[in-house]
């Protein structure tokens, strides 16, 4: 409870950092704010090209399939990315001031959730040009995105408080967040999986949340509340230990930056 307290307290602190987050993403660059947008639809049209008509994938609506998974990647993908650096990053606030660190880590998450429901005008903008329907079913749609964020959060603690004393990780991080991509259903949906391999996907808790937001939005259906039951378990249990992992480091982060 204290921690909440605190960061009750320190809630400017980190609305003024997450605006920092949000302004200086994309400083001194041409399209500026617009590399929202233009990120994800970059990487839509690559793998898209790709696996549409060289791998063959036949999907309906393919480059909506995996537009509609891409950007929930990216968000998580940029909380980790960033998060992973920022106390080291932040070094000077750190060792001068008194404040709580978890402000830090949860700054960049919550600028890569604001940057993700801004990206999401494209996704509504491709369902008008498609003529595709926004059925009942996008009601599940805080439900997923809070799962998720709750996941985000607590690997970025961990990630966050780890890095301090272990710097490769933030060079071990890449690789291994693109092996992680490619067994996240993003750019082929689970059933196209060869049986033997599908532990892969149960292993992986972001599989379950990839899966829905395609439920929710691609197939227009309820999503599988078994599932998502289980990684909303786990992704409180990633922030009870993130955390844990958090305040444990954090007594020598000063001295270690």
Do not use: C
């Not at 992680?180 to 049986?195: A, D, G, K, Q």
């Not at 949340?209 to 998502?228: A, E, K, M, W």
């Amino acid at each position: 409870m204290k921690v909440i307290k605190e960061l009750i307290t320190y809630r400017q602190m980190l609305k003024t950092l997450v605006q920092s987050n949000l302004r200086t993403r994309y400083k001194g660059s041409v399209f500026g704010f617009l590399w929202t947008f233009i990120n994800p639809l970059i990487m839509l049209l690559i793998y898209g090209v790709v696996f549409s008509n060289i791998m063959r994938i036949d999907i309906e609506n393919y480059y909506l399939f995996i537009f509609i998974g891409i950007l929930p990647w990216m968000y998580f993908l940029s909380s980790i990315q960033a998060g992973v650096a920022s106390i080291v990053s932040n070094s000077n606030l750190v060792k001068k001031i008194y404040f709580p660190r978890e402000v830090l880590p949860l700054s960049i998450v919550l600028g890569s959730l604001i940057n993700y429901l801004l990206s999401l005008i494209i996704l509504f903008a491709a369902f008008i040009i498609l003529d595709v329907k926004i059925t009942i079913t996008i009601a599940y749609f805080p439900l997923i995105l809070l799962i998720q964020t709750v996941l985000t959060i607590g690997l970025t603690f961990f990630v966050s408080a780890i890095n301090v004393y272990f710097r490769d990780l933030e060079h071990m991080l890449g690789l291994l967040l693109s092996a992680l991509f490619y067994v996240t259903p993003i750019i082929y949906p689970v059933s196209m999986v060869p049986e033997k391999l599908r532990y892969l996907f149960v292993l992986n808790p972001l599989n379950p949340i990839i899966s829905s937001y395609q439920d929710i939005f691609y197939y227009h259906r309820s999503p599988n509340l078994v599932s998502l039951g289980f990684v909303s378990i786990v992704a409180v249990f990633a922030l009870i230990i993130g955390w844990y992992v958090f305040r444990i480091l954090n007594k020598r982060f000063a001295e270690e930056v």
